[in-house]
């Protein structure tokens, strides 16, 4: 992200709709994973830190991001998590060792190879760890709020279950994320690529809508939680089309072997110059 993004997801993360209702989704998750114990928390690309302050009462939370003016907002925002500058993927990749679960929440669009930064996130855990994953979806969705925000892709459903496939991992999840209101969010991303514009500050989409908005937005995808939870460990393939996919991984017994994108992969549909 860049520094204009990070100071004004900072003044949104606490009260928009969707990092407000994702942030409740991710914590009910991963309560039921952990089943009371506490874990070692890695939230790799922390941002501004919600995710990390969110878990932090119940976990041992590290978070970790390129930018030192999102590890200061997180740092002040929220004491109670660990926030540490990891300046490149080696970086971050150097801190997984040891833990019980790692947070990529939409990190992977950010990546040129996302396959060598996951497989190498896998190698380093130990069996009966976890990975939870988000990333933006649908390809047709893509607008002038991906390139602000330096996206490479936008995942169609078989293009990121290849970037787990063939490692020792278990999917315990695998679904769409913000499906009741991809509707509503198609027809907003199709009226803002008419006007060549974003529709929120710094180049994105997001702005806090008035507050009675604001709250039935959030309590429409926080009613998802619910369904995700259930659908833990039934293994089935997605089964609606939403704005983003959510995975939980689980670490296999088996060699962790890094490896780079495969050379006949569509091409990204940006190359991000920051």
């Not at 939370?61 to 109670?80: H, K, N, S, T, Y």
């Not at 939870?132 to 078989?158: G, M, Q």
């Amino acid at each position: 992200m860049r520094v204009e993004q990070i100071d004004w997801i900072a003044k949104l993360e606490d009260r928009h709709w969707w990092f407000a209702a994702r942030r409740g989704i991710v914590a009910a998750l991963v309560s039921r994973m952990a089943r009371g114990q506490r874990w070692k928390v890695l939230d790799a690309g922390c941002g501004t830190g919600g995710n990390a302050g969110a878990l932090a009462k119940d976990h041992d939370v590290l978070g970790v991001d390129a930018a030192e003016a999102a590890i200061q907002a997180a740092r002040a925002r929220f004491p109670q998590a660990q926030f540490e500058r990891a300046g490149t993927n080696t970086d971050t990749l150097a801190r997984v060792e040891g833990r019980d679960l790692v947070l990529l929440m939409d990190v992977l669009e950010h990546i040129e190879d996302d396959f060598a930064f996951l497989s190498g996130v896998v190698a380093r855990l130990q069996p009966g760890a976890h990975v939870l994953i988000t990333v933006p979806a649908d390809p047709k969705l893509w607008s002038a709020h991906d390139e602000a925000s330096c996206h490479w892709r936008r995942y169609e459903e078989e293009r990121l279950r290849a970037v787990w496939t063939g490692l020792p991992v278990e999917v315990r999840l695998y679904e769409a994320l913000n499906w009741r209101l991809a509707p509503l969010v198609r027809v907003a991303r199709r009226a803002n690529r008419r006007q060549g514009r974003t529709s929120g500050g710094a180049g994105t989409d997001m702005k806090t809508p008035m507050a009675p908005v604001n709250a039935l937005l959030q309590a429409i995808f926080a009613g998802e939680g619910l369904r995700l939870i259930h659908e833990l460990d039934h293994r089935r393939s997605p089964s609606h089309k939403g704005v983003s996919w959510i995975a939980v991984l689980r670490r296999t017994t088996g060699e962790g072997v890094e490896r780079s994108k495969p050379a006949d992969l569509t091409p990204d549909q940006h190359q991000p110059s920051a």
